[in-house]
C-alpha cells in the first residue's frame, strides 16, 4: 500500500517551488505582490489601526450595556446580565461565519470592509433609539422601584425591543465576522518563507494586543465617561465614529496588502477526508507513519513545504484510510470522491486535536463575562467618588488592568522573551501552550479576589452603619484578570493561527473567537441554573434579586474559583495529550533554515 502522492506531484525535488504555488498572495489588482512593496509592518500597522478603533466601538458598548439594558430598557438585573452575555458570545459565535466566508469566497480585505459597515450601521440604529425618548419605554428608577412598593418599572417591548435588539445583533454580525480576520489578514502580512516566522508572529500576535489594549482603555475610560457624562445616545454616536475611523485606516492601506485569494469551500477537503475514510474502511492503515509518503503536492490546501519538517499527527489514525491507495491487483475500490491528500488528512486531524485545547478555554471566558455584567453592577453599589464630586464610572474600572497592560505588553515582548528564550531555547521564549497554561491558572486569583471584596462589600453594606466600600476593592479582580488574559488570549491565537495549513487560517484563528462565546453562553446557563437550583427549596436563588445586598454573589464567584482551577488540571492532561500527538517528520529536498519550535 502507499500514500497517493503522485497523482499531484510536481517536478521532482523541487519542493520549495511547490510550496511557493501552493501559497499565492497576490495585491490589490490580483496581482503577485512584490516582497519590497507589499506586506510587513508598513501595511500590519492598518490592520492594526482598524483593530484599535474597532474595540474601542465595541468595548464601548459591551462593558457598559448592562447599565443600558437595566436602567433604560428595564430588564430585570439576571435577565439583563444574560442579554449582556448572549449578545458578546454571538458576537464570538458569528467569527466562525467571518472566517469561513473569509478562507471560501470573499478574502480577509473585503470580508473585513462588508461586515465593517453592517457593524457601523448597527452603532448607528443603536443611537438612534437612545436618542429617540418615544422608543424606549417610560423613565423610571429601577433601583428605586426594586426597594419600594409602588410599583414594577416597564419593561421594553414590542417595536421598541424589536428595534433594540435588531441594532444589537447588526453589531454582533459585523463585529464577528471582522475579529478573526483582523488578525488572520495582520499575521498574513508577515506569513513568508523566511526562517524567523515564528518569532515575527509572535511580536505581531504582541502588537496586536497592544492594540487591542489601547482600544479597550480609551472604550473603558473616555467613552465610558462620556456615556455616563452625556447620555448613552451620545456614546453610541462615539462608537459609530471609531468604527468609521477604523475603516478609513483599513482602506488607507489597500495599496500595500499582501492579499491571500479565497480558495473555495472549506468544508469540502473536511467532509471529504471523513467520507473516503469511510468509503476506504477495509484498507488497512502503514504499519507507523514513518512509512507515510512526504507532502507533496500543488493543491491549494496543501501545507507549504517552507521548513525542514512538519508536524504530523499520530492520533485518529482510521483517518489516514482516506489517503491509503490499495496494492497493485486488490480488489477495493477507490472511493467515487478520489483519494485524499495527505496534508488534507492532516489538516483534519489538527482540527479535532485542537478541540480539547479550545474547550478548556471556555471556563476562562465564562470568567471573563462576570467581569462584564455582574463586577459592573458590583461597582455600582460601591462608592464611586475619586476626589471631591468626580464619580468613576463602574464600567470604567475595566480599563484598569488595559492601563497596566499597555505598559507589561512592550515589556514582555522586550525584556521576559529574550530572557526566556536564552533559558528555554524557544524564539518566542515558551510555547502557545505554555502561555494559556500560565493564564489559565492565575485567572483562578481573579474569582478568589472578587468573593473575598464581594462577602466585604455585602457585610458592610447591611450591618446599616452607613460605611459604603470604595469602589477601588474591586480593582485586583481586574488586574488579575487583565494578566491572565494577556497570556492566555495571544497564546490561543498564536496556537491557533499556527496549526493552520495554507487558506483556513482566519477559520481556525475564528475557533478563538469561538471560545469567547461559549465561555458568554456557560455564563447564562450558569446564572439560571445557579438560580434554579438555590431557590428549590423556596428562598431566594443566588442571584434572583436586582439587589446585590439579598444575593450572594460572593458565593457564585467562589464556585466559578472552583471551577477555575478544575478547568487548570484539565488542561494540563490535554495539552500533553496534544503534545504527544505530534511526531515530526524529515521533509527531503527542504533546506535546513526556518524549522520551528514546537507548540
Not at 439576571?78 to 472566517?99: C, E, H, Q
Not at 425591543?161 to 480576520?181: E, H, Q, R, W
Not at 485569494?261 to 468544508?267: F, L, N, V, W
Not at 477495493?332 to 478520489?338: D, L, T
Request: with cysteine.
Amino acid at each position: 500500500m502507499d500514500v497517493e502522492s503522485s497523482r499531484q506531484q510536481g517536478p521532482k525535488g523541487d519542493s520549495n517551488s511547490m510550496a511557493a504555488a501552493s501559497e499565492v498572495f497576490v495585491d490589490w489588482r490580483g496581482r503577485p505582490c512584490e516582497p519590497r512593496k507589499h506586506g510587513g509592518m508598513k501595511a500590519a500597522v492598518f490592520v492594526l489601526g482598524i483593530q484599535a478603533f474597532e474595540i474601542m466601538a465595541i468595548a464601548a458598548v459591551g462593558n457598559n450595556l448592562i447599565t443600558y439594558v437595566f436602567n433604560e430598557m428595564h430588564f430585570p438585573l439576571s435577565k439583563s446580565a444574560n442579554i449582556v452575555t448572549n449578545f458578546i458570545g454571538t458576537v464570538f459565535l458569528l467569527s466562525l461565519l467571518g472566517g469561513f466566508l473569509s478562507d471560501s469566497y470573499l478574502g480577509s480585505f473585503w470580508t473585513m470592509l462588508i461586515f465593517g459597515f453592517v457593524e457601523l450601521s448597527g452603532f448607528i440604529l443603536l443611537a438612534v433609539q437612545a436618542h429617540l425618548p418615544q422608543l424606549r419605554p417610560p423613565a423610571c428608577n429601577m433601583m428605586a422601584a426594586a426597594s419600594s412598593s409602588a410599583g414594577q418599572c416597564e419593561e421594553v417591548g414590542g417595536v421598541k425591543a424589536g428595534i433594540f435588539f435588531a441594532a444589537l445583533y447588526l453589531v454582533a454580525l459585523g463585529s464577528g465576522c471582522l475579529k478573526p480576520n483582523i488578525i488572520a489578514h495582520g499575521a498574513d502580512q508577515f506569513r513568508s518563507r523566511g526562517g524567523d516566522d515564528g518569532k515575527r508572529l509572535s511580536s505581531y500576535f504582541n502588537a496586536a494586543y497592544f492594540s487591542f489594549c489601547v482600544g479597550e482603555m480609551v472604550a473603558l475610560t473616555l467613552l465610558v465617561w462620556v456615556q455616563t457624562r452625556s447620555g448613552m445616545d451620545v456614546g453610541f454616536g462615539f462608537s459609530a465614529g471609531a468604527m468609521g475611523i477604523g475603516l478609513v485606516s483599513l482602506v488607507a492601506g489597500v495599496f500595500f496588502y499582501r492579499n491571500k485569494p479565497p480558495q473555495g469551500s472549506i468544508c469540502t477537503p473536511i467532509a471529504k477526508v471523513f467520507v473516503v475514510a469511510v468509503t476506504e474502511r477495509k484498507q488497512v492503515c502503514p504499519a507507523s507513519t514513518s512509512t507515510v509518503q512526504p507532502f507533496t503536492s500543488t493543491c491549494a490546501r496543501e501545507i507549504p513545504l517552507n521548513t525542514p519538517s512538519i508536524r504530523r499527527i499520530n492520533k485518529f489514525r482510521f483517518l489516514d484510510k482516506a489517503c491509503v491507495k490499495a496494492q497493485d491487483g486488490g480488489s477495493n475500490k477507490e472511493s467515487a470522491w478520489g483519494l485524499c491528500t495527505a496534508a488534507e488528512v492532516e489538516q483534519v486531524k489538527v482540527l479535532l486535536c485542537v478541540v480539547p485545547i479550545f474547550a478548556c478555554t471556555i471556563v476562562f471566558n465564562t470568567i471573563l463575562a462576570q467581569l462584564q455584567t455582574f463586577s459592573v453592577q458590583q461597582g455600582s453599589a460601591m462608592d464611586t467618588r475619586l476626589a471631591g464630586s468626580f464619580h468613576v464610572p463602574p464600567a470604567s474600572l475595566q480599563a484598569i488592568p488595559y492601563i497596566m497592560l499597555i505598559a507589561l505588553v512592550p515589556a514582555y515582548e522586550a525584556a521576559f522573551v529574550p530572557a526566556v528564550r536564552r533559558l528555554t531555547g524557544v524564539s518566542t521564549g515558551i510555547t502557545p501552550l505554555q502561555r494559556i497554561g500560565v493564564g489559565l491558572f492565575t485567572v483562578t486569583f481573579s474569582m478568589v479576589a472578587a468573593a473575598l471584596v464581594e462577602a466585604r462589600r455585602r457585610h458592610t453594606s447591611v450591618s446599616g452603619d452607613g460605611r459604603v466600600l470604595s469602589i477601588f476593592w474591586i480593582a485586583p479582580q481586574f488586574l488579575v484578570f487583565g494578566l491572565s488574559e494577556m497570556f492566555t488570549a495571544v497564546g490561543l491565537i498564536e496556537f491557533f493561527y499556527k496549526q493552520s495549513l495554507s487558506g483556513m487560517q482566519a477559520f481556525l484563528t475564528s475557533m478563538t473567537y469561538c471560545s469567547y462565546s461559549f465561555g458568554f453562553y456557560l455564563s447564562s446557563v450558569l446564572v439560571s441554573l445557579v438560580n434554579t437550583v438555590t431557590s428549590r427549596n423556596g428562598g431566594d436563588g443566588w442571584l434572583s434579586n436586582n439587589d446585590l445586598d439579598k444575593d450572594r454573589l460572593d458565593l457564585f464567584y467562589w464556585l466559578l474559583a472552583g471551577l477555575s482551577i478544575l478547568n487548570f488540571f484539565n488542561f494540563l492532561f490535554w495539552s500533553r495529550w496534544y503534545t504527544n500527538s505530534v511526531e515530526t517528520v524529515q521533509v527531503a529536498g527542504v533546506g535546513a533554515d526556518g524549522g520551528e519550535e514546537q507548540d
